[in-house]
């Protein structure tokens, strides 16, 4: 989020104090955490919304994901499929690594390139539309946010194919704060924390339809 180092810092401590279960996690994976979440198996998210998504997802649930990782070994423990599109070739060679060692076969990782500095035809390209058809029980958007920003054209064309009683995932959703305004979801919540391999505060917003 932003701010200067001391703000960053406060909203830590201030976030650790109120939240002390957090401790641990801040701790043992927190920004001095020499493994990656994609090593760790855990999303990159606010760590609040992983506890939260360790008791939602079931066995019976399919996960898109815009941009893969952490999150994608995660969901692939716990779900009964996962479908991951990624714009970068080497970023995708080493998620596909990870699932091979944890010998995860429920996932199929899809590779758009796209230049995210060049977005105006972004409504045209593959990266957006290899959504499937078929309603889904969860998608993240999350992936590459360089260039211009796409997570809310992501986030719209998702909206069209959540199943009824699913949710969708905004990683750092303080960057969108107009999504929390207008979208088509029953309801929404916040999810404010310390996370994985951050030095400071992140939110994760859910979104549920």
Request: hydrophobic share 40%; proline share 6%; charged share 20%.
């Amino acid at each position: 989020m932003k701010g200067n180092a001391l703000t960053k810092l406060g909203r830590v401590v201030a976030h650790l104090a109120t939240h002390p279960r957090h401790v641990g996690a801040y701790v043992t994976r927190g920004p001095l955490c020499r493994r990656s979440p994609l090593e760790l198996g855990v999303p990159w998210f606010a760590q609040s919304a992983i506890e939260f998504l360790e008791s939602y997802v079931t066995k019976q649930m399919s996960v898109f994901e815009y941009g893969s990782g952490g999150s994608t070994i995660f969901f692939a423990w716990r779900a009964a499929s996962v479908l991951s599109t990624e714009d970068n070739a080497d970023w995708l060679q080493r998620v596909r690594a990870a699932l091979e060692e944890e010998k995860l076969t429920n996932v199929r990782l899809a590779h758009h390139p796209y230049d995210f500095h060049h977005a105006a035809d972004f409504a045209q390209s593959a990266y957006l539309n290899s959504l499937p058809a078929e309603p889904l029980n969860i998608i993240v958007v999350d992936g590459t946010e360089e260039g211009t920003p796409v997570r809310p054209q992501c986030f719209r064309h998702a909206e069209t194919r959540i199943q009824p009683g699913g949710i969708i995932i905004v990683d750092d959703s303080w960057r969108y704060p107009e999504l929390r305004t207008s979208h088509r979801a029953k309801a929404w919540r916040e999810f404010r924390s310390t996370g994985p391999c951050r030095p400071g505060v992140t939110s994760t917003d859910v979104f549920f339809y």
